[in-house]
């Protein structure tokens, strides 16, 4: 029985990663955990006051991203965990796949997040580099 992680943030993309997570669930058995990790960013210029508040509604953003989540996979036909965690979405990935012996991981191949992608770095080919499990990144 294999574990399946998909990864969204939202976008449009992230129901296509769930769709084909589901399909490889539907298809080959397995567990469904479905991630999203709240970055930890503070923009330049703001008070420790301001950061609180932009980190508390990032984690509210998270909460109604995930309960959407997990109403598509349950409208599919599967059951899923939903898992919010906080930090480098690469690493939260990379690490969250390793501790919970995950089998393939599922992400999106751009969020929304396109900017950021160019400064940054994209968070899906950071996955791909780091993870020890195969990484399926869907366009």
């Given at each position: 029985?294999?574990?399946v992680l998909a990864c969204v943030d939202g976008s449009e993309?992230?129901?296509r990663v769930l769709a084909k997570a589901v399909d490889r669930v539907k298809s080959e058995g397995g567990e469904l955990v479905v991630l999203y990790v709240v970055e930890d960013f503070c923009p330049v210029g703001?008070?420790?006051i301001d950061c609180d508040?932009?980190?508390d509604f990032m984690r509210k953003e998270a909460k109604v991203i995930i309960d959407q989540a997990l109403e598509k996979v349950r409208a599919m036909g599967v059951e899923a965990k939903g898992v919010i965690r906080e930090g480098r979405p690469a690493d939260e990935i990379v690490a969250f796949a390793k501790d919970e012996g995950i089998d393939e991981i599922f992400i999106g191949s751009h969020?929304?997040?396109g900017a950021k992608k160019v400064?940054?770095?994209s968070v899906s080919s950071r996955v791909?580099?780091?993870a020890a499990c195969p990484v399926t990144v869907i366009k």
């Open positions: 029985m294999s574990k993309i992230s129901d703001l008070t420790e508040m932009v980190r969020g929304r997040h400064l940054l770095g791909v580099e780091y």
